[in-house]
């Protein structure tokens, strides 16, 4: 299942997460950036010429909304695929298991995001948070050994 639904202004992929963390481990697909959409994403999309632009550098958007799914159901052009970033970045931390793929973290704190480096063994991370007076815009991570 890995048509694509264009709906709402963004080109969903209707790929599994199975089928979609397997591709990322194994670096079968070509992509680098992966975004999960979800209803104030469409909005802001919509409402903010920032936002657009940064979402014009995404190479796979998956859907990340229950409420996305049903909308997209209800005006006939239904998004399949349900796959919550969550549970995106969960599985593939799970398996990376020490290999050498480079991870960027979007927003959350330095200390979990080191407490995920350290637990997991990942080799490449990056941490990057929005830019605000007492933040930097781009951490690199500790590695462990």
Do not use: W
């Not at 593939?92 to 704190?109: H, M």
């Not at 997991?120 to 930097?136: A, F, H, N, Q, V």
């Amino acid at each position: 299942m890995q048509n694509n639904t264009s709906v709402f202004g963004v080109e969903f992929s209707n790929i599994t997460i199975d089928e979609l963390v397997k591709k990322i481990l194994l670096k079968e697909m070509s992509f680098k950036i992966i975004a999960t959409p979800n209803v104030d994403h469409i909005v802001r999309l919509h409402e903010s010429g920032e936002f657009k632009a940064a979402y014009k550098g995404v190479d796979v958007f998956v859907n990340d909304s229950r409420v996305l799914k049903k909308l997209s159901h209800y005006i006939g052009k239904p998004i399949r695929s349900l796959i919550p970033g969550s549970d995106l970045t969960r599985l593939l931390i799970e398996n990376i298991n020490g290999k050498d793929l480079k991870v960027c973290f979007i927003g959350g704190s330095s200390q979990t995001v080191e407490k995920i480096v350290n637990d997991y063994k990942l080799i490449s991370c990056l941490l990057y948070t929005s830019p605000s007076p007492r933040d930097g815009l781009l951490s690199r991570m500790p590695s462990s050994a």
